[in-house]
């Protein structure tokens, strides 16, 4: 049983991995993060046919028999469908949506298994799903913090030069192309972070036999951060803003943020 709660953890971790590679590659058209990411992938999938295999031909139980088998089954199909996908083709943004959807269904399949039948281990892992959704939130706020200082630290800049203000503090702060970039990379990272925090979070609610609202400030907070997030990449990736604009967006985006995390925090019924 501990044997098979390490390999359940083994599995998250690195489809947790692997998905915030694709979208590393994704936002940035990294090919060397792109094959990191297939590998964990493969990995994943290898540790998925081994179980699928034991249980056909150990257990003689083929796993689409109850909704929860299933699941495993659904996600073994998604991830050998975009690892062929990955290989074949250049759809980068197919790629990376279906293992998001794998990625949460494979979490779902995990924490009901581990409820109903790792007994003791399953409580302890569905306990440590809350630990990560809880750390994966604040890694990403913490990425989100340096990409609201960057963008502050263009913005000082920026004064400086606009007012000719060539004097010691102009030489310190740095870079203008450099503080945006750093702004917009250190966003990069943190939205997928918080992506599959907020994943972890719904399916513990759910596992936890807690009582879960849609409506809790605290979701819909996290939720809206997302969103403002996702529109700051939408924006500078498609749309092409940079400088000046993205930075006050940056800011004010933080500033978001913040809100989220004091007072949507404190009206919460759900979280603490």
């Not at 990995?43 to 998925?48: A, D, G, K, N, R």
């Not at 699941?71 to 073994?76: I, K, P, T, V």
């Not at 503090?169 to 918080?194: C, N």
Request: net charge positive; hydrophobic share 55%.
């Amino acid at each position: 049983m501990l044997a098979a709660k390490w390999v359940y953890e083994l599995i998250i971790i690195l489809y947790a991995l692997s998905v915030f590679g694709y979208f590393i590659d994704f936002i940035q058209h990294n090919r060397k993060v792109n094959k990191i990411a297939f590998w964990l992938l493969s990995l994943v999938w290898t540790l998925q046919t081994f179980f699928l295999l034991s249980q056909v031909f150990v257990k003689d139980n083929f796993p689409v028999m109850t909704v929860y088998d299933g699941l495993f089954f659904y996600a073994w199909i998604l991830i050998t469908f975009s690892l062929i996908i990955n290989r074949l083709f250049m759809v980068d943004f197919l790629v990376f949506f279906t293992n998001l959807v794998g990625f949460f269904v494979m979490v779902l399949h995990i924490t009901t298994k581990a409820q109903s039948e790792l007994v003791k281990n399953g409580v302890r892992l569905v306990d440590e799903l809350l630990i990560t959704h809880i750390s994966m939130a604040l890694i990403s706020y913490g990425f989100f913090t340096f990409s609201f200082i960057f963008s502050l630290l263009y913005l000082l800049q920026y004064r400086f030069l606009k007012k000719k203000q060539w004097n010691q503090k102009l030489r310190r702060i740095g870079d203008l192309d450099k503080l945006d970039s750093f702004a917009y990379i250190a966003v990069t990272i943190g939205v997928p972070l918080l992506t599959m925090g907020i994943i972890l979070g719904v399916i513990w609610a759910y596992s936890s036999g807690d009582e879960f609202y849609w409506y809790d400030s605290k979701t819909l907070g996290s939720l809206l951060v997302l969103g403002v997030y996702i529109i700051f990449l939408f924006l500078r990736i498609v749309k092409g803003y940079q400088g000046r604009a993205i930075a006050l967006y940056n800011t004010a985006a933080f500033l978001f943020l913040l809100v989220n995390f004091f007072l949507f925090g404190s009206l919460s019924n759900f979280h603490f």
